[in-house]
Every structure is written in structure tokens, then in C-alpha cells.
């Protein structure tokens, strides 16, 4: 089992920035890849993120050249960098964490993100 504690969610202005973070811990597989999603009110959750322990990142066309996903594997921690937020960047964001080969997804609890414009 891995446990993932997200951190950095807040209030902030249209065009602000924000930085997330993902601590992991638990039985930890050295292949791994961990990311993040988001849910908006009465929306189904969506991909916003992933890098791999190998450094390979991906991310939605949404938030391509706003948002940067790092990660430091000494720490077991995943960061989102988001920068440029605009409104409909309001959502609940989820922290995932896989083991390469997939076996099963854990998720975080959760930290909010709300853009007032």
C-alpha cells in the first residue's frame, strides 16, 4: 500500500500561480510514475499530469505551457507547478501514484484549487 499526502491547494487570483506537492509513502516500487488530476463540481474526474521515476512527463493539452510536474525521488515527492491559473482551473486536485508494470492506482485525499477571476 502507498499513502500520498497532497499539500499547497488554496485561493488565489486569475493569472496566479501555485505549487503543489504529493508526498508518498509506503511500499514504494522503484518503477513508478505518479501524477495528478482534478475534479471540477459535477465533472468526472480528468488527467492533468504524470512523470515517470524516470523523469518522462505528460501532460492535458489544457495545461500544456502553464503547469510543470517535477519530482524528487530521494523524497518520494511530486510537485505541480501551475502558473497562469485560470478560472476553470478550479477543482479539487488528486494526487495518483502507479507501479510500473500498472497493478492498481492509490490516490490522495485531495487538496482544493480555487481561481477567482
Known amino acids: 500500500q502507498v499513502q500520498l499526502v497532497e499539500s499547497g491547494g488554496g485561493l488565489v487570483q486569475a493569472g496566479g500561480s501555485l505549487n503543489l506537492s504529493c508526498a508518498a509513502s509506503?511500499?514504494?516500487?522503484?518503477?513508478?510514475?505518479m501524477g495528478w488530476y482534478r475534479q471540477a463540481p459535477g465533472k468526472q474526474r480528468e488527467f492533468v499530469s504524470r512523470?515517470?521515476?524516470?523523469?518522462?512527463?505528460t501532460y492535458a493539452d489544457s495545461v500544456k505551457g502553464r503547469f510543470t510536474i517535477s519530482r524528487d525521488n530521494a523524497k518520494n515527492t511530486v510537485y505541480l507547478q501551475m502558473n497562469g491559473l485560470k478560472s476553470e482551473d478550479t477543482a479539487v486536485y488528486y494526487c495518483n501514484y502507479r507501479k510500473i508494470p500498472y497493478t492498481y492506482d492509490s490516490w490522495g485525499q485531495g487538496t482544493q484549487v480555487t481561481v477567482s477571476s
Open positions: 512523470i515517470t521515476s524516470g523523469g518522462n512527463t
Open positions: 509506503g511500499s514504494i516500487f522503484v518503477f513508478n510514475s
